[in-house]
């Protein structure tokens, strides 16, 4: 019968275990076999808690220059000389990374004088200052060392950088020690979702690092997707219920041709950025094209910061005519924002507004066009009287407490009415917190401007926010125009909205019409007004001015 550990030796060394940080080992000199803790025998790689030839195992995994002192030791048991053991070795764990021991144990003899029994603590004396109090993962420098020693060694490995999205709400909404719960129980399923040869490590904050050796792409896709899955599950701690998501960014040492460990770093934390601007909760590995426009966004904020600082150096409002379906006639025109810069030149407003709007320079922007939008218009009225000027605003100008007497002061410096006046804002932002939005929308309307919801169609709940909606004009979306000559599903949905909001008192104008037989098929629809290259460009004051209102 093979020899093996009773019960209560068994019970007794995981009940031990699991009162201290230490691993606790014993060892059976007439088996040959130690029990050690089940913790351990993951770490290191061991295929049972129970292996024979323990210590010949372990010391293949220790550091050469190490050895000579731990046989020393080992030596004088044998021989009788001592009956302890206390000494400090490196060991290799299952990835590769080097941790700093001390074990200290004592044998117990027989009548004969021979060792029976060996029991002893291995403590991981790096733990304090390298090992992270809250999650019990090994630390930044951890991490570093170890992307350091896989680049020495030239492995193949990648790595990962995750971030919690949003964590500072948690901290916000319960508190800090909260805060420190969900980063460890975060911690714990990123380690449950890691297979072998990868290492899990807490960097700064509410970040994470992940050394994969030795993996595909597609098994760290696969990983991240295990982890994100985990985390996004709600959880309660504490009678409070929570859920997070997390965005990583990842690098592939093979793939990079520097093999730094800044680069490597800086690579994933640009795939991370990214990951975060296209909406979080998704995994972006390095592609140096990314890290181009990654690049390139960051210079242009710089940019964008430097216009507004020199009194808005470079931007320029230009004009689209919005005329009546019917007729064709002018009703008026669009406000529309372009920017030039010497390093760029002219930039795509879809390029540099989400970089206003992500920034926060939206905000003093949004007032500058406002106002440049109604200068532009009193230059207009003085050749129509009836002219609208649409001007679009952001939900965050709705958060200024001072927008709307701005609003106001901007009117009455340029000496033109309410009527005058249209304000867009786009679907999306009516879905926004409704109450501070509508609230907004009313006290706009109550000057008398009126209110058109742009974009309409291309939100998730359409139908829905028309029925609360406060808005005067709607514009339909000139993705439903593109295929119109072929698709009946469009044709229909533009009737349909025009009748439903004609019903309710909504006026309708239509976006994107470019080509004659577009405009032949949506007049018989009873739209309002048009807006689109069929009609005009948008065009620079003076052009639109000459054009549009006969100004010679």
């Known amino acids: 019968m093979a020899a093996s550990f009773d019960f209560d030796k068994n019970e007794l060394i995981e009940a031990v275990s699991r009162r201290t940080n230490d691993y606790v080992v014993i060892h059976d000199f007439s088996t040959g076999l130690t029990k050690i803790p089940e913790e351990m025998k993951s770490t290191f790689g061991f295929s ?28 004088n048991i044998k021989r009788g000389i001592s009956d302890t053991h206390d000494v400090e070795y490196r060991v290799r764990d299952k990835v590769g990374g080097w941790v700093h021991f001390r074990e200290r144990g004592e044998v117990i003899r027989d009548g004969m004088g021979k060792p029976s029994l060996y029991f002893g603590t291995i403590s991981n004396i790096g733990r304090k200052d390298h090992i992270d109090s809250i999650t019990g993962l090994p630390k930044k420098r951890e991490f570093e060392s170890r992307i350091k ?35 460890r129980s975060i911690g714990q399923s990123i380690v449950k979702c890691l297979p072998n040869k990868c290492s899990a490590y807490r960097l700064d904050s509410d970040e994470f690092g992940i050394i994969f050796v030795d993996a595909l792409k597609s098994d760290i896709k696969q990983v991240f997707t295990n982890i994100n899955n985990r985390t996004s599950d709600q959880h309660e701690y504490n009678g409070h219920k929570y859920y997070c998501t997390v965005s990583a960014g990842c690098c592939k040492y093979s793939e990079d041709n520097s093999g730094s460990f800044d680069m490597l770093v800086a690579n994933s934390h640009s ?6 601007a296209k909406g979080k909760a998704r995994v972006i590995f390095h592609d140096p094209k990314l890290t181009e426009i990654r690049s390139r966004e960051l210079r242009m904020t ?5 216009s507004i600082k020199h009194n808005f150096k470079g931007f320029e409002v230009h004009c689209q005519p919005q005329v009546y379906a019917d007729s064709g006639f002018i009703k008026g025109g669009e406000a529309l924002l372009r920017w030039k810069c010497d390093e760029y030149g002219p930039v795509s407003p879809v390029e540099f507004i989400p970089i206003l709007e992500k920034t926060g320079m939206i905000a003093p922007v949004g007032k500058w066009v406002f106002d440049e939008s109604v200068r532009i218009c009193a230059k207009c009225i003085k050749y129509n009287p009836d002219f609208k000027m649409s001007i679009n605003v952001s939900y965050v100008q709705l958060l200024d407490d001072s927008f709307l007497s701005f609003i106001d002061k901007s009117m009455h410096r340029h000496g033109v009415l309410a009527k005058n006046i249209i304000v867009e804002f786009t679907e999306s932002c009516f879905i926004e917190e409704r109450g501070i939005v509508f609230e907004a929308f009313e006290n706009i309307r109550k000057k008398g401007i009126k209110i058109a919801m742009d974009d309409f169609g291309t939100g998730y709940s359409s139908l829905e926010v028309l029925k609360e909606v406060p808005a005067d004009i709607v514009k339909i979306d000139r993705a439903f125009v593109k295929n119109i000559r072929t698709s009946n599903f469009d044709r229909t949905f533009i009737k349909f909205v025009v009748e439903l909001c004609h019903d309710v008192g909504i006026e309708v104008c239509l976006e994107g019409v470019e080509r004659e037989e577009e405009y032949k098929i949506v007049l018989p629809m009873r739209i309002d007004f048009i807006q689109g290259y069929l009609f005009g460009k948008p065009l620079d004051e003076n052009t639109f001015s000459e054009k549009f209102l006969n100004v010679s």
């Open 302 to 306: 710089e940019l964008l910061h430097d």
């Open 271 to 276: 795939a991370l950025d990214i990951a975060k």
């Open 48 to 75: 049972t808690d129970t292996p024979k030839n323990f210590f010949e195992t372990w010391m293949k995994l220790m550091h050469d220059e190490d050895i000579e002192n731990i046989n020393i030791s080992s030596n």
């Open 149 to 183: 020693l896989c680049i020495a060694e030239k492995k193949q490995f990648g790595i990962m950088i995750l971030n919690i999205d949003n964590f500072k709400n948690i901290n916000a909404l319960y508190g800090r020690d909260f805060g420190d719960m969900a980063l």
